[in-house]
Nanobody, 125 residues
């Protein structure tokens, strides 16, 4: 199983960015997936997660109302739409897959079995 993120970049505060994640070797429609991030000198932290159905998602408080996680089963991808970006959103963003069929969303790092290499998001004026 290989998880690959894309879409990172540089934005001014208030800007938008969409991250995408593809999982080869798994059909994302059967698995819960999530996004975490890690800023320099900090531990990896939960951002958003979506259940295998795609119908249930939850977010860390700091991104609620600004970020949206979604699945595209035809493309076998999971996306993170990020709006109203803030400098504190600057981090390497990682996509994770819970390798358990029909898994729910989760904010626990230990629930995720596969990770991508990460994509850098920088928000600065």
């Amino acid at each position: 199983v290989q998880v690959i993120e894309s879409g990172g970049g540089f934005r001014l505060p208030g800007g938008s960015l969409t991250l995408s994640c593809v999982a080869s070797g798994r059909t994302v429609s059967f698995f819960g997936m999530g996004w975490f991030r890690q800023a320099p000198g900090k531990e990896r932290e939960f951002v958003a997660s979506v259940s295998w159905t795609g119908n249930n998602a939850f977010y860390t408080d700091s991104v609620k109302g600004r970020f949206t996680i979604s699945k595209d089963n035809e493309q076998n991808t999971v996306s993170l739409q990020m709006n109203s970006l803030k400098p504190e959103d600057t981090a390497v963003y990682y996509c994770g897959l819970i390798d358990r069929r029909f898994s729910t969303a989760s904010d626990r790092l230990s629930d995720y079995n596969y990770w991508g290499q990460g994509t850098q998001v920088t928000v600065s004026s």
